[in-house]
């Protein structure tokens, strides 16, 4: 509780620390100068220009004037204007700066203050044609008033002939009540709308460059949009460069004249960006029939007044049309899309339509300026909300396209991929092709030479028997037989070997496994080389357990198996030996074929089981053969999925071995 207590102690000491100077202050600071508005009498002077004339201004003939229209109808050479107001200032404010406001004037003019010259606005000897778009406060010198009596403020107007313009609001006011409301009403007025075109034009450049230089902002609503900020400059560069009496006469008509060309080409960029309405062109054409007559009519007159008074007509009318059109699209597209962008275009249209209701009763019915202009802060917030809106588009689009270029680039690196693939595939296409080519000349090749051999042989002794067999006696008989049936056995293993490897190679081939005895098949084998084995003496062994079994396909084990075994005793000397064995494991049966025979070298090491290598050597008694069994053979090792390789010496003999995996993986 006595912490809370404490707490509060605190703010409130702390409060009346704050607060105390202000308290004081008031206390013992004197009352302001109030604001005085001044009003003023007219006459239009005869005298000569330049002259104060001193007197009564009732007796001189001035008259009340009402803050309308300025008559003026005198010569060229003596246009002066004269209005004049009197006022007292009591003494108490004499310690304090006291200040003339005056708000902008359409004319050159002098300020006079007790017959002395105060301030000169305006270069009234070169045409009057000057005007001012900003406020001011002049010092009163102290010196110069009259405390307690009377006082008596003059302005000597130059205006053009036919010119008729009201003069603004003039009061007097203390230093800071003058400091505040001038620089207010400055702030939002004439440097407010140099701030806002200073934006439009960096709105305008940048969208006119992206058009040019970017193909996806090459759409019309974009160019729309970059004239939308270029013609708002031109509707309010009478503000922007009058700010020192710069000649504004035609400033004026490129100001008028701006206004239909901004509306038109705002309601052109509305068509295309909501596309509520399908005939677009049809009424671009119709608006610019409105838009361009109300353009030119201010463009005519000679004189300001003229111009104003051409504006203030048709051409008001049809920017007040247009202003409600504009809402009525956004609405239609409000009503359409219903999302934040239709309702941000629909709320700053509405503003605007309200805007300009706003400004156009004061400058067409009380016929004065309003101390803010409203109609530049809404269409610059037209712009600046468009903008973002755009910028948000385009950053989807932006997001899109990125999107769309890392999906692009990943569709070129996997068409790359694909093409590498592709690529291999070809080359290896082709290697085949190549190695098919290589083996159809190689297939011709033993048709040709091999396969006609023992043909030639066969015919050859059968002839020699068939004529002389009455001259030859029996052991020369039996040699012959003997000669015949080799080359018998010789071609027809030579042709079944062609014919099971070429059934290999168009996939003809039945791959079929199942369990079968490795035993039986070996044996089978070892048969099948009987005789050739007893003409030369050769002992075969078959080391395989009888109770092996394994999964193969039995065709193709036993084309493996005969061929193996046939070359090992093709290679073997007389009275040697060939063995076959199996080691089975986890994973494989190894099996091998071993043989005391010639051996291989290096060189031939390195060609067996090679289609483009192929060849073949006699064999220890003179046989001949194709070289396509060991081919054949390493094919159907790998038909099953297993390896086939040789050791050898020269003169030791050479193994054989192949594996048969445990588990076969079928395709």
């Known amino acids: 509780m006595y912490s809370k207590i404490f707490k509060n102690i605190v703010i409130l000491l702390f409060c009346i620390i704050l607060f105390h100077p202000m308290i004081y202050a008031q206390e013992h600071t004197p009352n302001l100068f109030p604001r005085t508005t001044l009003d003023f009498c007219i006459l239009e002077s005869e005298l000569s220009e330049e002259n104060y004339v001193v007197g009564d201004m009732y007796d001189l003939g001035f008259i009340e004037y009402d803050n309308k229209k300025i008559s003026n109808s005198r010569p060229i050479h003596d246009r002066m204007i004269t209005l004049r107001s009197e006022f007292t200032i009591d003494s108490i404010y004499s310690t304090q700066d006291l200040y003339l406001v005056v708000l902008p004037v359409d004319y050159p003019c002098k300020i006079y203050i007790n017959g002395d010259q105060l301030f000169i606005r305006g270069n009234y000897k070169n045409g009057y044609t000057n005007r001012m778009h900003c406020s001011e406060n002049i010092l009163l010198p102290p010196y110069k008033i009259n405390y307690n009596d009377k006082n008596e403020i003059a302005f000597q107007l130059y205006p053009k002939e036919g ?13 800071q009540d003058a400091t505040k409301y001038v620089f207010y009403r400055n702030l939002l007025g004439t440097k407010l709308i140099f701030a806002l075109s200073l934006c439009s034009f960096v709105f305008f450049v940048f969208f006119l460059i992206i058009y040019i230089t970017r193909r996806e902002y090459q759409k019309q609503y974009s160019l729309f949009f970059a004239f939308m900020n270029l013609f708002f400059i031109i509707s309010f560069i009478n503000n922007i460069f009058s700010y020192n009496f710069s000649n504004t006469f035609l400033l004026e008509k490129i100001a008028r004249a701006g206004f239909p060309i901004l509306i038109f080409v705002g309601i052109c960029f509305l068509l295309e960006y909501t596309n509520v309405f399908k005939k677009k062109k049809i009424i671009k054409v119709v608006l610019l029939l409105v838009y361009l007559p109300a353009m030119i009519m201010v463009l005519i007159p000679g004189t300001t007044t003229e111009a104003i008074k051409a504006y203030n007509s048709y051409p008001l009318i049809s920017l007040f049309f247009g202003t409600f059109l504009l809402f009525i699209i956004t609405l239609l597209y409000f009503l359409k899309e219903k999302g934040l962008k239709s309702t941000l275009l629909l709320i700053i249209y509405l503003l605007n339509m309200i805007a300009s209701l706003h400004d156009g009763y004061y400058f067409a ?15 610059f917030g037209i712009n600046l909300i468009i903008f973002f809106i755009l910028a948000v588009d385009h950053s989807k689009l932006y997001h899109v396209a990125l999107d769309s270029s890392k999906k692009l680039e990943k569709l070129n690196q996997e068409l790359e991929l694909l093409v590498e693939k592709r690529t291999q595939k070809t080359i290896e296409y082709a290697n085949k092709l190549e190695e098919a080519n290589k083996t159809k000349d190689k297939f011709f090749s033993i048709i040709a030479h091999d ?24 052991d020369e008989i039996y040699e012959q037989l003997n000669i015949i049936y080799n080359t018998s056995v010789n071609g027809y293993a030579l042709l079944e070997n062609l014919l099971k490897w070429s059934q290999s190679q168009t996939d003809k081939i039945v791959f079929d496994p199942v369990k079968v005895n490795l035993h039986e098949i070996i044996q089978m084998c070892i048969d099948d080389v009987e005789h050739q084995c007893l003409f030369k003496d050769i002992d075969i062994i078959n080391d395989v357990p009888k109770n092996n079994h394994i999964i193969a396909d039995k065709n193709l084990l036993k084309t493996i198996l005969r061929n193996l075994i046939s070359n090992a005793v093709k290679f073997t000397l007389r009275n040697g030996m060939v063995s076959i064995s199996s080691n089975k494991d986890d994973k494989a049966t190894e099996i091998s074929v071993k043989d005391t025979g010639v051996g291989l070298s290096e060189s031939e090491l ?15 008694n003179k046989e001949k053969g194709s070289g396509l069994g060991l081919i054949l053979c390493k094919e159907f090792v790998e038909k099953h999925g297993g390896k086939i390789w040789v050791e050898s010496e020269l003169e030791t003999g050479s193994v054989f071995k192949f594996t048969i995996p445990k588990i076969i993986q079928m395709n």
């Open 451 to 474: 396969l006609k051999n023992p043909f030639n042989t066969l015919i050859g002794y059968s002839d020699v028997l068939k004529s002389d067999f009455r001259e030859y006696g029996q």
């Open 365 to 379: 019915v009380l016929k004065v300026k309003p101390f803010l202009l409203l109609t530049p802060n809404t269409l």
């Open 606 to 620: 390195q060609n067996l089981f090679k289609i483009d290598k192929i060849y073949s050597k006699p064999g220890t």
């Open 163 to 175: 010119e008729s313009h009201p003069l603004g609001q003039v009061f007097i006011s203390n230093s």
